[in-house]
């Protein structure tokens, strides 16, 4: 198969470049480098196979030849990016997949959108199922994002409808491990980075808040499973363990032997969601997945990575 990869330069989409280039198809990855980096596509330079463009996909996106797949996973998603880029979450979101899908009809492809637990905003359902439609505030700073993934799984449904394009949309949980930015701004890079400096580990609130932690390898299995089913309507993939940001941090502290605790600062958005984890009833049924990496066995194998890279 051929297929082009939005975003193919980022932590998620670079996994996936490196899943379907080794089961032998044909990758196109897009990029605009706002938050990916080359770094983790340059093991594949010179391979045949392998193609990067260097292209912002909020603008027209023309890709000679055919394509049987469009992956849509172009956008910064960590909270620092709601403060430091909002409009171009909004225009990624919006125009990059209204581009992507004019794309997958051009090319007759099926389409996969990367869709995210924060269509569910701070959830007043839990865990969330794929049928609860969510709790957002609109104009907070989280907004940006949150909004502009719920307008593309709109859009999506809509190509879907009207002109007949093959859709799928993953809602993607915390996912963590390598590649992710030293200086990405979410909690398992801060943390590890920290604990590797011998620093305090920074948490927000009071750090009762809950997160669903998934190692991204289990992530991109579950992508895989979804593409190639028959589903339509939205599929949560994500861990089921919850974990508070003070149990993370205990853990993160143990296994990177950092003496230097943890230190309290505020909540940097008031809506920052207070609890987060997954029903994936949907995903087991559907598609037999369910995560097979437990967190401590994933963040050693984070961890070893981010020692690597700070060297
Ligand atoms: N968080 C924290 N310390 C940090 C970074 C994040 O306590 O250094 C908290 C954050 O307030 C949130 C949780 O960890 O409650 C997960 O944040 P992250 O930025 O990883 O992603 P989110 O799930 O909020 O999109």
Do not use: C
């Not at 609109?138 to 002109?163: L, N, Q, W």
């Not at 394009?165 to 590649?179: C, D, M």
Request: charged content about 25%; hydrophobic content about 40%.
């Amino acid at each position: 198969m051929r297929i082009l990869i939005t975003g193919g330069a980022g932590f998620l989409g670079s996994h996936l470049t490196d899943r379907f280039l080794s089961e032998g198809h044909e990758v196109i990855v897009l990029d605009n480098l706002i938050t990916g980096s080359l770094e983790n596509i340059a093991h594949h330079f010179g391979n045949e196979r392998f193609q990067f463009i260097k292209h912002d996909v909020t603008n027209y996106i023309h890709v000679p030849g055919p394509l049987d797949v469009v992956m849509h996973f172009a956008s910064p998603a960590s909270p620092i990016d709601f403060d430091r880029i909002p409009i171009q979450i909004l225009k990624v979101n919006s125009l990059g997949t209204h581009n992507a899908l004019g794309l997958a009809l051009n090319k007759r492809a099926r389409f996969f959108l990367a869709s995210t637990s924060e269509v569910y905003g701070d959830p007043l359902v839990h865990p969330q199922p794929e049928s609860y439609w969510g709790n957002v505030n609109p104009i907070g700073i989280r907004g940006v994002y949150d909004e502009s993934k719920r307008f593309a799984e709109s859009i999506t449904m809509a190509y879907h409808r009207v002109h007949g394009v093959e859709t799928r949309i993953v809602r993607i949980f915390n996912t963590y491990g390598p590649r992710m930015r030293l200086n990405d701004g979410r909690v398992i890079p801060n943390f590890v980075s920290q604990a590797l400096r011998g620093e305090p580990l920074t948490i927000y609130g009071d750090g009762t808040q809950t997160r669903s932690f998934t190692f991204v390898r289990d992530e991109i299995e579950g992508f895989h499973r979804l593409l190639f089913s028959d589903e339509v309507f939205p599929v949560n993939i994500g861990n089921t363990r919850e974990t508070t940001m003070l149990e993370l941090a205990e853990i993160i502290n143990r296994l990177t032997g950092n003496k230097a605790g943890i230190t309290f600062l505020p909540l940097p958005h008031k809506d920052d969601p207070k609890k987060r984890r997954p029903d994936i009833a949907k995903a087991r049924t559907l598609l037999g997945w369910e995560p097979a990496i437990d967190l401590e066995t994933g963040l050693e194998e984070t961890i070893a990575w981010f020692r690597e890279q700070m060297r």
